[in-house]
Nanobody, 116 residues
């Protein structure tokens, strides 16, 4: 059974950094594309970053140059390093398969709150 557990969120000041983790079980991240999404209150879920099975990455324009998606195959974990955080990055962050891939069961997500 597939399970995704996100962690690493918190409250930081603008300009700060956080590293989010997505630990997967029942699913091998090394051979699958993965993505990070976020959803702020009242907003639609937004695709933030993707990493292909070969390690190619893509980012939303709003986070390009500030966020980095990566994975540790030994830990079966996907990460999102977030630097130069802005108040508009405030959201609940989730990991899952990228769009056009089979959706996985959603985890609880991790709350990121950026104060001005």
């Amino acid at each position: 059974q597939v399970q995704l557990v996100e962690s690493g969120g918190g409250l930081v000041q603008a300009g700060g950094s956080l590293r989010l983790s997505c630990a997967a079980s029942g699913f091998i991240v090394a051979i699958n594309a993965m993505a990070w999404y976020r959803q702020a209150p009242g907003n639609r879920r937004e695709l933030v970053a993707t990493i292909s099975s070969r390690g190619s990455t893509n980012y939303a324009d709003s986070v390009k140059g500030r966020f980095t998606i990566s994975r540790d195959n030994n830990k079966n974990t996907v990460y999102l390093q977030m630097n130069s955080l802005k108040p508009e990055d405030t959201a609940v962050y989730h990991c899952n398969a990228p769009p056009d891939y089979k959706e996985l069961p959603w985890g609880q997500g991790t709350q990121v709150t950026i104060s001005a």
